[in-house]
């Protein structure tokens, strides 16, 4: 079992910026596979962002070069910097971490 914990999450105006992160403990491997997924509501849950490894990371194109992904081995930590905030960010954020997710966290962004 691995259990995430999500924080950072909140309201910010569009062009601002949010660090989510998200704390693993439980069954887990610095080879992990980690992510942030978001959902919208009466959307299906979409891939914002992965990191195999450091410098290995994988970004939705409508985030890339906005959206930051990082990973602290030591801290079992996984960390999303989001900058220049859109409105259509807005969404509940999800932490993955080989096939676990978090319980999410709401981002709103006003325009």
């Known amino acids: 079992q691995v259990q995430l914990v999500e924080s950072g999450g909140g309201l910010v105006q569009a062009g601002g910026s949010l660090r989510l992160s998200c704390a693993a403990s439980g069954s887990i491997s610095s080879s992990d596979v980690m992510g942030w997924y978001r959902q919208l509501p009466g959307k299906q849950r979409e891939l914002v962002a992965l990191?195999?490894?450091?410098?290995?990371?994988h970004y939705a194109d409508s985030v890339k070069g906005r959206f930051t992904i990082s990973r602290d081995n030591a801290k079992n930590s996984v960390t999303l910097q989001m900058n220049s905030l859109k409105p259509e960010d807005t969404a509940v954020y999800f932490c993955?971490?080989?096939?676990?997710w978090g319980q999410g966290t709401q981002v709103t962004v006003s325009s």
């Open positions: 990191i195999i490894s450091v410098g290995s990371t």
């Open positions: 993955w971490r080989a096939g676990y």
